[in-house]
């Protein structure tokens, strides 16, 4: 007996030659039907033995392609047709959306391997691909996804690869971004009145970075500033032309070889090194480490990567030395994607310059991962993993767009019971951030074709995702900023959980007024009660303090009754306005405590970028240290307010090494969070406890807490698919706003 079925999967299902593996699905079955492409979905419908398509349904889920990820959202029998072979049909453009944007990929074994034989016809191509490899959402103009909606369309194809791309047996089947050295995009190389095109281009680069000049080099979903890793002074030309002194630059290595002759790689380390993302990851020197100190000053640890572009396999090939690899922008902005703009801002930073024709649809960062209690947690969202999406455990009432924080942008769109969080964007105090934060908007919107029918933002007035916002037209919604960190955890490890949730940053506007940052939060998503906070203290300057950690030191001392100099003439005049109130807003976060702490032990008085005291204090941290019971008392309203005095005093104490103390205060911090728990857990009941913010990017903090709440009893929870910065508060942002509009 024959019947005939139709299958709706969905998923990723697009961009990872699902269509072409359908197709020898069926032939291996003996079937006939067809298979298309539609809006974000693939439809298969085939007839044959009841038996033979139930092995065939079976062999979609378990013999998929690697990249993709499908589920059969629907399977019913469907009257018979008569197909008398299978066929794969053009894309439709119409009905249901159910998008799922694939993300970019890096260079697969298959295509390497041609690209590095003599004989191949794509032999030393930049821009070899086929359906497992290549770029995804920085070429996507519009879904489907299919040549012509890519910014590969003003490529024709030539005949050998119009041969494949037509070929259901072939690898580069559909594989939208195909190309060859005879009908693709090709390298070009500027430096001065140089202009070289092709393999010319590509021996140009090689010989400007093996002089220790600094290159831009087009990628996929941006340029890089290259240069070679081991020259020092390549280095710091690098950091003084792009005026940054101390950040932490990434480093681009050849192989899992070479990493591991500088770094300490962990197994859970090398697993994110070579996973298809090919996220930066953050690892600790090792003994042997030969990389010069400027790469990193003052930190231990470097942000590696393995090449993931065949630009970048014939580069590291050609040299054999680590290349720096970071993003070519201006501080904090996105990284730039147009060859004009990166000559014109970049050109008194880079020595030349590295383009290619395939043009890039929108900016995607590189993705930075760092390894935290044994497991690999996201920190910056970008290539590779972004767009996340992720399944809500309600349904959204209706479209809802969260606009983010102000610092380390990103975006959600949220719709049914579908979440999507785009690549980082930046920092939003430069024009070109907020042209990048509309445009992802726009084209988020348009490319899984959704409107958003409401807005929902930080409650900070002044964020300019707050003030884009207003301006929209659409009904908003504000969120407090460390509701919008405990929801984004929650939506991860629990919605369904009764959460204590320490939400530990820089600062952020709370309920009261005040710049929160050291909240201990009860409830779950939709209703959260602050239940504890870091002793407030009031920071001289305001914003300034951010980047000048002695103010916040200044402000705890004071608030402490302790005297001690700082770094300014007029001290005097500024204590006598710290004591009047002026310009010197309240503020319990521990962003600003570690910052005062690392002031006090002598790292630093002016930081260059965000969080780099929190970040030398932990560097400084080592060996045996006994922890400060930091005081517990109940204010008027029955919270419980941690005194953090006697650490301050500890702080100070000279006679005691340097890392003695700092490690002390992480303890002491860290214990502070399982009394918390303990002394809460007595008055209300919770499931399990959470940490996130900022602060608990800090390795050593986050592991010293959850083994701390775990040896008593407590199940603990850090953020890991989702950023604990504020690059995830957009997700909680959706999730306050869904759960309280539903």
Known sequence: MIEARRWLLTGRVQGVGFRPFVFLMAQRFDLKGVVQNQLGQVMVEAEGEPATLDAFSAALMSDAPPLSHPHIANLATIPLFGFTAFE???????????????????????????????QDRR??????????????????????????????AGFDLCEACRDEYEDPTSRRFHAEPIACPQCGPQLAFVAGDVRLQREAALDACIAALRRGEIVAVKGIG????????????????????????????????????????????????????????RPIVLLPRSPACSLPEGIAPGLNEVGAMLPYTPLHHLLLAALD???????????????????????????????????????????????????????????????????????LP???PQPTLAVGGHMKNTIALGWCTRAVLTPHIGDMDAPRSIAVFEQVIADMQQLYGVNAETIVCDAHPHYASSRWAAKQGLPVQTVWHHHAHAAALALEHGADKTWLTFAWDGVGLGEDGTLWGGETLHGRIGDWRRAAYLRPFRLPGGNKAAREPWRSAAGLCWEAGMDRSFPVDDITLLHTVWQRGINTPYTSAAGRLFDGAAHLLGLLDHASYEGQGGMLLE????????????????????????????????????????????????????????????????????????????????????????????????????????????????????????????
């Open 394 to 396: 309600f349904e959204m």
């Open 619 to 742: 560097q400084c941290a080592t060996g045996e240290a006994a922890d400060i019971v930091l005081p517990l008392h109940e204010d008027a309203k029955g919270m419980l307010v941690i005194d953090w005095q006697p650490l301050i005093a500890a702080m100070s104490r000279k006679e005691i090494p340097l890392e003695t103390r700092a490690m002390q205060f992480h303890r002491s911090l860290a214990h502070s969070i399982v009394m918390q728990a303990q002394r809460l857990h007595t008055q209300q009941a919770f499931d399990a406890v959470g940490l996130t913010g900022g602060v608990f990017q800090n390795k050593l903090l986050a592991e010293l807490a959850l083994e701390g709440l775990h040896e008593a009893g407590f199940a603990a929870y850090l953020p890991q698919q989702i950023p604990c910065n504020d690059g995830g508060i957009a997700l909680g942002q959706l999730m306050e706003a869904g759960v309280k509009n539903g």
């Open 123 to 152: 032999y030393r191509y930049p821009f070899i691909n086929c359906t497992q490899c290549g770029p995804r959402y920085t070429l996507i103009a519009r879904m489907p996804y299919d040549r012509v909606n890519t910014t590969m």
């Open 321 to 391: 030395t680590p290349l720096l690899a970071t993003s070519a922008n201006l501080s904090g902005e996105p990284v730039l994607t147009e060859g004009a703009e990166v000559e014109a801002r970049l050109c008194n930073v880079a020595d030349a310059f590295l383009h290619h024709d395939r043009p890039i649809a929108r900016p995607a960062d590189d993705s930075v991962l760092r390894i935290i209690a044994g497991q690999s947690r996201l920190i910056r969202p970008g290539r590779g993993i972004a767009p996340i999406e992720i399944e």
């Open 88 to 118: 794969i049909l053009d894309s439709a453009s119409a009905g249901e959306t159910h998008i799922h944007v694939p993300p970019d990929l890096y260079l697969c074994a298959d295509c390497q391997r041609e690209m590095e034989t003599p």
């Open 222 to 277: 941006g340029y890089h500033l290259m240069c070679d890793a081991r020259n020092a002074d390549s280095i710091a030309r690098l950091r003084a032309r792009k005026h940054r002194p101390h950040k932490a630059l990434a480093v681009m290595f050849k192989d899992m070889a070479a990493v591991r002759a500088e770094l300490d790689v962990s197994a859970q380390a090398a697993t994110a090194l070579c996973d298809a993302a």
